[in-house]
């Protein structure tokens, strides 16, 4: 990561003046959210918009046959875990299974629903988080501090599995192999630079060579299909006039953060990924002013991180300047990091669509 710009904070929110921004409106860039690690560990739960998640909310393509299966394997992992509260899950017969489920796959088929849903069915003590949020966890409370919070969990849900940082990935294979060991079962999803594993895929043995010790305790499906997201949306990203600004922010609510696009950039280096979720909490929109391509990797790879907790939150952007399904720039489309950048097209062209559905 590059280190933060030296620039103070009120700084950032006074580059728009009176004319082009209401200076009484909620800010990002004067947000600096302080996250205990008590409250770290009670928020190991899923997002708001998997809230209420289940597999039979989960509508597999039968194109995509790979979909079913995957709700198949969900199915056996919860009975085999004897976690199953109903419906069809109470005459299903438990059959012994892996105490590990890995959900591999593209972005916008399905993957964190079905990882929700899994969690609401199981009966049992259970954490569910990013692979962020329990990387930060391990760095709030030291290594044994995070085992001790997270031990007696029946389930461990990791969602957005990195590959991209080894001493992480090391830390998490660690951490899980002493979980296992006494009993947890883990279900993880997949986020992995493409490119760095082949062909564009994410590559199973890769990712179990990086967590030897649990290799033949997961189970790896593969899941196809299309980005759901853009069944309901259009192709790009919305662009915000000026001239539409004030209204479309007043028809979101009273809680909309009001910045330019360069100074939220700016202030993301300041502040931990970890808290990228209190950062927008309690929003009922972001408007993001005069948005430029990105042309570092750091600023980019961490504006996709809070495109993340935008939509997990269901946080409505609006947006002037460039589109932003066109701000990754410089060959990132390309690159290793490909995959993420493409999840976050997707999820800002749902975000803006919203906002100017609304």
């Keep these: 990561m590059t ?19 209401d200076l009484s409106a909620p800010s990002l860039v004067l947000r600096d959210p302080a996250v205990e690690p008590s409250e770290m560990v009670g928020h190991l739960v899923p997002p708001p ?16 046959p790979t979909q079913q299966q995957a709700v198949d394997a969900v199915e056996r992992f ?9 419906g069809f899950f109470r005459k299903r017969k438990a059959a012994p299974v892996k105490p590990g489920l890995y959900l591999d796959g593209g972005f916008g088929v399905g993957k964190t629903h079905l ?4 969690w609401h069915a199981h009966r049992g003590p259970k954490r569910f988080g990013t692979f962020i949020e329990y990387t930060a966890l391990v760095g709030a409370l030291g290594y044994q501090g995070a085992v001790e919070a997270l031990r007696g969990s029946a389930l461990l849900c990791i969602d957005e599995f990195e590959l991209d940082d080894p001493g992480d990935t090391m830390i998490m294979s660690r951490l899980l192999g002493e979980l296992v060991a006494g009993g947890t079962r883990v279900a993880a999803t997949s986020n992995t630079p493409p490119n760095a594993l082949g062909e564009g895929r994410f590559a199973a043995a890769d990712f179990l060579r990086e967590i030897q010790a649990l290799a033949d305790r997961f189970e790896i499906l593969r899941i196809d299909g299309l980005d759901y997201r853009r069944r309901d949306a259009e192709g ?6 000026e001239a539409e600004l004030g ?9 909309v953060a009001d910045d330019g696009f360069e100074a939220v950039v700016r202030h993301l280096a300041r502040v931990h990924p970890s808290k990228y979720s209190a950062l927008v909490a309690g929003l009922d929109g972001v408007v993001l002013r005069d948005v430029v391509p990105l042309h570092d990797q750091a600023q980019a790879l961490r504006f996709v991180a809070l495109v993340d907790r935008l939509y997990d939150a269901q946080v409505p952007v609006l947006a ?4 932003l399904d066109e701000v990754f720039a410089g060959g990132m489309l390309t690159g290793g990091y490909r995959k993420k ?6 999820r800002l062209i749902a975000l803006t669509s919203a906002a100017a559905s609304r």
């Excluded at 209204?247 to 809680?255: D, K, N, T």
């Design 236 to 241: 790009s990203a919305v662009v915000t006039a």
């Design 247 to 255: 209204e479309r922010m007043r028809s979101l609510g009273a809680q």
């Design 3 to 21: 280190p933060a710009d030296d620039l103070p904070i009120t700084a950032d929110a006074s580059t728009m003046t009176h004319e082009t921004r």
């Design 78 to 86: 919860l009975a085999g875990a004897g976690g199953g509260g109903g």
């Design 320 to 323: 002037t300047g460039a589109p």
């Design 341 to 346: 950048y493409l999840r976050a097209i997707s």
């Design 49 to 64: 918009q998997f809230a209420h998640a289940t597999l039979e909310g989960y509508r597999p393509d039968p194109e995509h």
């Design 115 to 118: 990882l929700a849903a899994l």
